[in-house]
């Protein structure tokens, strides 16, 4: 199945005009998914929409995949992709960078959250910070948050990993902060429970989520997800020690709802999952309350756990 997928886009990049991208792409896709076809069709027929979907997600994977043979996709097929999720300010992004310069077989790649706050808009070289938005007016901006945040997620986890893991002897993980899958289960459920994104938003939300990530099939699961535990008392103090401006107004309670998401997805197993592969994926619980920035024990403990857990996948 994984192969299936991956050469699918390599037929993409082989004929590299729009046209047969597409028609490649429709041929491919499984034979009952008329109306998922009919979808692609009608958006190839707007001349404007396809270079903005298609080629955008799979141009930087398929070129690597273009030039490969069966051996580079098996290198790539070997490397294990992992996630790493948690509450605002538990410190991913500080664990992160441990991981990085902990194995030269592991490759972080941190949240987009610049993109976020710098979004291009209009012919005026104009940018908006839309991370702002969502937290000054969460009722206006939630549903285009979680548009580009799982869009730009999408992106993260199609880039292909470095050369370094595919010519790794060991075992090469690509590690993501956060995933497409918080964007949904965390953060999107969040937001319409808490009556930001309306049943509308909801309902079209969770079409394009599942369509997406169905298309793109294995280039998107993951093999082990490390969830960062905290108290969100904690979380609030360490974001409040950062100081990003945006996050000013951000209090316990909504900390305290995006724990309970946490909780119920990755402790409790409680979250309705709509995808197969996910309700199987492994959970590494770390205890992030522990201040593991400056303290050498916490840290090697952290590393021989995690090491420990990426050979099991
Ligand atoms: N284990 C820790 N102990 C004490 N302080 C920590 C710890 N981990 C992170 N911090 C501090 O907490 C703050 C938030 O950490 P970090 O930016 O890594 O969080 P994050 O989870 O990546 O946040 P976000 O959810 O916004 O992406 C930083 O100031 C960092 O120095
Ligand atoms: N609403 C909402 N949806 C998301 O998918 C999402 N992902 C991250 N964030 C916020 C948390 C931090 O402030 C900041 C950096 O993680 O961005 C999100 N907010």
Redesign the pocket.
């Known amino acids: 199945m994984n192969l299936f997928y991956r050469s699918i886009i390599c037929n993409v990049v082989t004929h590299c005009n729009t046209h047969t991208v597409c028609t490649r792409y429709i041929e491919t896709l499984s034979s009952s998914s008329i109306q998922k076809r009919k979808y692609i069709w009608n958006a190839h027929k707007n001349k404007n929409l396809i270079p903005a979907i298609f080629p955008r997600w799979v141009t930087k994977r398929s070129l690597s995949l273009s030039r490969s043979n069966t051996p580079t996709m098996d290198k790539i097929n070997k490397v294990k992709r992992v996630s790493i999720e948690?509450?605002?300010?538990?410190?991913?992004?500080?664990?992160?960078?441990l991981l990085q310069s902990a194995d030269q077989d592991w490759e972080v790649v941190l949240?987009p959250?610049g993109m976020w706050q710098s979004i291009e808009s209009g012919s005026l070289q104009t940018t908006s910070n839309l991370l702002d938005m969502m937290y000054k007016d969460p009722q206006r901006w939630s549903y285009t948050f979680q548009t580009n945040s799982c869009m730009s997620r999408m992106h993260t986890q199609l880039q292909p990993p470095p050369a370094r893991l595919l010519s790794s002897e060991g075992v090469p993980v690509q590690i993501f902060?956060?995933s497409v899958y918080s964007d949904r289960y965390i953060f999107a459920l969040n937001m319409f429970k808490l009556g930001c994104i309306n049943s509308t938003e909801w309902a079209i939300y969770q079409g394009w989520h599942s369509f997406l990530v169905e298309q793109f099939g294995h280039q998107v699961e993951l093999e082990g997800i490390v969830y960062?535990r905290?108290p969100p008392q904690i979380?609030l103090e360490?974001?409040g020690?950062?100081g990003?401006t945006e996050?000013k107004g951000v209090q316990l309670d909504y900390l305290e709802t995006l724990h309970t998401q946490h909780e119920e997805w990755l402790v409790e197993k409680s979250t309705q999952l709509h995808f197969e592969h996910l309700t199987k994926v492994p959970v590494l619980v770390l205890d992030?309350?522990?201040?593991?920035?400056?303290n050498p024990d916490?840290q090697a403990s952290f590393i021989t756990q995690v090491k420990e857990f990426f050979s099991r996948l």
């Open positions: 948690g509450n605002i300010a538990v410190g991913k992004s500080t664990f992160a960078r949240e959250i902060e956060r960062l905290a979380c360490r974001l020690r950062r990003r996050e992030a309350s522990l201040e593991f920035e400056n916490v």
